[in-house]
């Protein structure tokens, strides 16, 4: 007996339902309406029945994509997004962005379709046969498969509180080609489904707890807060606000996190972010990592005195001490913490010492007007300074505009440059500063929020999603592409050392015109060489919400090895005769 003849309902007078059907119910049960898929066997009939049951199935040119685009739209939405794929190759391809959706702590679903169980175990060579179990499973925070039609609507729950509840991430769900196809008795059916009640559940600080980083935070001379984007995750956008301003504390944004306090707020401490992270005594860590990103806590970047007192919001009770003793660990949710810390604070909160704010407040002073005058640089062709000046006017203007952003210069530069006004509105390469991101995470961004989008691309990094701009055209979604084009990785100007044909490694077709390929989509194409050009055509891009890419012409000389992170480049000191 195979296990559909096993699945066959008693009677065949009754109502049918199948797998499909089924995998539909159950999402939409959950109020999940969204799925960013490539089609193919199995899963083709599962995209079009899920359009044709009124969600909307969004496909793309390479399942990389659809994956980013699935993990920003949980990032955003605090759902787990859907990224659907065929089997083998095509869940390989989706692989990426679910591994890098745990890494960056992303909620979403890959659910790839698979070949038949007895074929694979016995690995008799099935169409794209693969154990595709074995092989998510180290990458993602869960892994499921499900081989009955009965048991579908536990598979999609367990799936979705995997991803959403505690620290969120990745999670792949294998769906074998025959259980699509296994019917059931459609009432019975209905019964299996599983409504996820309270997927992410409250996580909420000890009272101790509270009052050993209270102790800590009063006595600091020098604090300072960092939020990530795990504070941006939570969307307790309000009170991290309050806590933020009751403190008054100098706040340090990561990268994602930046806009959760518009980056003009008074406390913001970005421009002297060398200043506090060197001289801070009490660090506040709130939904962000020591990472590599934070030089893990230690070193250099943090003034080698070894005294510094860490406290550490986080929901994830594993991350405390993960890299330097933490003094006073907070686990739970963001808004919970801050919530209780805003309370046992009282009403005689006194701020930190005006020394130390002043400190801070020249430092930026001075940083800031440095940068000011290189901002308003009119050069031609164009350097990173005066293309990222008009941009970040342009976003002061139009500060619902979510701002996408990948590449090496491009994305330093930007990052430093262009402030952001509101919670959730920069994206960009997250954890393990992945190339790639790009046109999946915009047209996530576009479709989940109805917001204008703007994607500041290295050539380079563009290169890596480009195709994906038939699918902006296709949906017709407002999203502007500004394509940052020095003719290659980093610059365009290293050279062959032996004089060969070959260019060098880094370098580039010199003067690309990433604006026809815009064109040929039916997309709108501007080719940009002065910071007006530029300025000009992306507001008409934001004004008229049409698929644009504007191909900025940047000095193929401006820009620095790996941007700010050259020094983790190993180099080679042996030099070979
Ligand atoms: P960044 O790169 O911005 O520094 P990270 O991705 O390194 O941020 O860190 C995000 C942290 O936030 C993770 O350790 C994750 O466990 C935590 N986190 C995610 N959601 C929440 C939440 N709702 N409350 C508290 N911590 C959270
Ligand atoms: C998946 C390595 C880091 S940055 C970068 C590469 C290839 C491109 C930098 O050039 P770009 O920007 O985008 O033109 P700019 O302004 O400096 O010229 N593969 C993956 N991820 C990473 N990070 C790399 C390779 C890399
Ligand atoms: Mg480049």
């Given at each position: 007996m195979t296990p559909t003849d096993m699945k066959q309902p008693d009677t065949d007078t009754g109502n049918l339902t199948d797998g499909f059907h089924l995998i539909i119910d159950a999402l939409k049960l959950n109020d999940i309406n969204t799925i960013y898929n490539v089609p193919g066997i199995p899963i083709t009939d599962l995209g079009r029945l899920a359009q044709g049951a009124g969600m909307r199935v969004l496909s793309f040119r390479h399942e990389q994509h659809a994956g980013y685009a699935a993990s920003i739209a949980g990032y955003l939405t605090k759902k787990p997004g859907i990224c659907l794929t065929v089997s083998a190759p095509g869940f390989l391809n989706g692989l990426t962005a679910l591994a890098n959706a745990t890494t960056n702590c992303f909620p979403m679903i890959l659910i790839s379709g698979s070949s038949e169980r007895e074929i694979v175990d016995l690995q008799?060579?099935?169409?794209?046969?693969?154990?595709q179990l074995a092989i998510a499973k180290p990458l993602c925070k869960a892994a499921y498969r499900v081989l009955h039609a009965e048991d579908i609507g536990i598979g999609v729950a367990r799936a979705i509180r995997a991803a959403v509840s505690g620290r969120p991430g990745g999670v792949y769900l294998d769906l074998p080609a025959n259980l699509m196809g296994q019917v059931m008795d459609a009432v019975e059916g209905e019964k299996t489904l599983v409504k996820v009640i309270d997927p992410a559940p409250a996580s909420i600080p000890a009272p101790d707890a509270v009052d050993r980083a209270l102790d800590v935070l009063k006595k600091a001379e020098r604090p300072l807060i960092i939020l990530g984007k795990g504070a941006a995750y939570a969307q307790a956008d309000d009170v991290v606000k309050a806590f933020v301003e009751k403190s008054g504390i100098p706040y340090l944004p990561m990268s994602m996190a930046k806009g959760l306090l518009p980056d003009t707020h008074p406390q913001s401490a970005a421009a002297a972010r060398s200043l506090v992270l060197k001289e801070a005594d009490v660090v506040m860590m709130v939904g962000a990592r020591l990472n590599w990103l934070l030089s893990h806590g230690k070193g250099k970047t943090w003034g080698d005195k070894g005294s510094k007192k860490f406290i550490q919001v986080d929901i994830e009770a594993t991350e405390m001490d993960s890299n330097v003793e933490i003094a006073a660990p907070l686990v739970g949710d963001v808004g919970a913490v801050l919530d209780a810390m805003m309370k046992a604070m009282g009403d005689d909160w006194s701020k930190p010492a005006e020394g130390w704010l002043n400190a801070v407040g020249e430092k930026k002073q001075t940083n800031l007007e440095k940068m000011a005058g290189r901002l308003k640089s009119n050069a031609v062709p164009m350097d990173y300074h005066g293309a990222l000046g008009c941009l970040r006017e342009v976003i002061n203007d139009h500060p619902d505009t979510i701002l996408v952003n990948e590449g090496a210069n491009t994305l330093d530069f930007a990052r430093s440059i262009i402030d952001i006004?509101?919670?959730?509105h920069r994206l960009d390469?997250?954890?393990?500063?992945?190339?790639?991101?790009g046109m999946g995470t915009a047209i996530a961004a576009a479709v989940e929020t109805g917001q204008p989008v703007l994607a500041v691309e290295g050539d380079s990094a563009f290169g890596f999603s480009g195709m994906e701009i038939e699918t902006i055209c296709r949906y017709n979604l407002p999203v502007c592409v500004v394509v940052f084009n020095n003719n290659g990785i980093y610059r365009g100007v290293d050279v062959n050392p032996t004089g060969g044909p070959d260019v060098a490694p880094t370098v580039f077709v010199k003067d690309a015109r990433y604006d026809q390929m815009m064109a040929a989509f039916g997309g709108v194409g501007v080719y940009a060489t002065t910071p007006d050009e530029l300025n000009r055509a992306v507001r008409e891009a934001i004004a008229s919400g049409k698929p644009t890419l504007v191909n900025a012409i940047i000095d193929e000389a401006a820009g620095t090895e790996?941007?700010?992170?050259?020094?983790l480049n190993p180099q080679s000191v042996v030099t070979k005769k």
């Open positions: 008799q060579g099935d169409y794209e046969e693969m154990d006004h509101r919670p959730r390469v997250g954890t393990w500063g992945v190339m790639g991101i790996s941007g700010r992170i050259g020094n």
